[in-house]
């Protein structure tokens, strides 16, 4: 990406993210356009139970653009290919405290804003696709 864009090399720096105790607003970004990078089913509903058994009654949003990821009991936002819904989405990642997602777009996103982040990667290697120095938390699974 970085020769594409025509944009220097940077050194390579993930920082590991320390959870917080607390964290009300939570976004999870299960879809990747490559299914093989997606967050399989079982492991989206034991990721639910896991941060609903975690933290006090947070307020969980699945965005996703596949409708089989939306799960009750979590808000539902449906992620289209138009302006529109890019500044609703990117609205909501801000609002967001903790963003989990897929290797896919949001987790880039979500790194270029800052947000903690906890990346669930599947075939991709962190160390080659991830260079922003922020913070986050990965699980490979």
């Keep these: ?5 025509k944009l220097p090399e940077k050194d390579w720096v993930i920082k590991e993210l320390v959870l917080k105790e607390s964290y009300q607003k939570i976004l999870i970004c299960p879809h990747s356009t490559d299914h093989n990078r997606s967050l399989p089913d079982d492991q989206l509903d034991k990721l639910i139970l896991d ?4 933290y006090l009654q947070p307020e969980i949003t ?3 653009m596949d409708k089989s990821d939306f799960r009750d009991g979590c808000n ?3 992620l289209e290919k138009t302006a529109h819904s890019s500044k609703q989405f990117i609205d909501l990642i801000k609002k967001s ?3 989990v997602c ?5 987790l880039h996103i ?3 804003l800052k947000k903690d982040l906890l990346a669930f990667l599947r075939i991709t290697v962190p ?15």
């Excluded at 941060?51 to 975690?54: E, T």
């Excluded at 160390?127 to 699974?141: A, E, M, Q, R, T």
């Design 110 to 112: 979500a790194l270029a």
């Design 76 to 78: 539902k936002f449906i």
């Design 51 to 54: 941060l609903k058994k975690m």
């Design 97 to 99: 405290a903790l963003v």
């Design 127 to 141: 160390d080659i696709v991830i260079n922003s120095g922020s913070c986050l938390l990965i699980n490979k699974y």
């Design 102 to 106: 897929s290797d896919s777009g949001p």
């Design 62 to 64: 699945i965005a996703s």
């Design 1 to 5: 990406m970085r020769r594409y864009l």
